[in-house]
């Protein structure tokens, strides 16, 4: 899946290893590491972000500020949102993971975000993964970004939980199999008629920790779960 939405968003045949340039479909930062991508993308010279890609500021980290510093901070992502139209979520809106699965990502998309756990959406089927903050900038600014292309690690689901079992322990479980290190810049491909028995609240647990894995990314396929879920959230 991941090759899969790699080479439609860079136009060539992406295949483990090789280096691409991507699309970017939405870019995200939250406001402990969203400040620093802000002054970034300003200091490379952009004004606004690229037309074609998604930009969302979420104020969820550091919310209600517990700082000076932090409300500072909070004014210049309002300041930046004001002066390019991208969308904020103000304190109290909610935590821009859950956020970003519930009204922004959709299967294929391919999503960047200033926070290790942007992997998330990858419970909907996209390619969602964490970068730093000054990638984030350019990714903003220009509208897409190089990736190299993650070698994929097929995870099989069967069967149902037991009583008292989650998708925490899932993921704990696997974790604990291939060790912390054990996915390393690797796409986690969950497949298996298993995945029929998991709710997207499941899988975005699952998704969500790939990158205590080392994950690059982790991500379950698009199904009539996942339709319904997309139909819910309007």
Not at 125 to 141: E, K, L, N, W
Request: net charge negative; aromatic share 6%; with cysteine.
């Amino acid at each position: 899946l991941s090759e899969k939405i790699l080479s439609s968003k860079s136009g060539v045949d992406a295949v483990a290893g090789q280096i691409v340039i991507a699309r970017v479909d939405i870019a995200f930062l939250q406001d402990t590491t969203g400040p620093l991508t802000v002054r970034q993308f300003r200091a490379a010279g952009f004004k606004r972000p690229a037309s074609s890609v998604k930009t969302a500021l979420f104020l969820d980290h550091a919310a209600p500020s517990p700082s000076f510093q932090l409300s500072n901070d909070h004014l210049l992502l309002r300041d930046f949102a004001g002066e390019t139209g991208a969308l904020l979520s103000e304190v109290g809106e909610g935590v821009c993971h859950q956020r970003v699965a519930e009204s922004l990502a959709k299967p294929g998309d391919l999503i960047v975000g200033s926070d290790s756990h942007t992997v998330t959406a990858g419970a909907l089927g996209a390619f969602a993964c964490g970068m730093g903050s000054t990638d984030i900038a350019v990714a903003m600014g220009l509208g897409e970004t190089w990736f190299r292309v993650p070698e994929s690690i097929r995870v099989v689901l069967t069967g149902r939980f037991e009583t008292g079992v989650t998708a925490k322990d899932l993921i704990l479980y696997l974790i604990g199999k291939i060790g912390a290190d054990g996915a390393t810049y690797k796409a986690l491909e969950f497949c298996g008629d298993g995945v029929a028995a998991l709710s997207i609240s499941d899988r975005l647990t699952v998704a969500n920790m790939a990158v205590e894995a080392g994950a690059k990314n982790g991500i379950f396929p698009a199904d009539e779960i996942t339709r319904r879920y997309l139909i819910a959230q309007g």
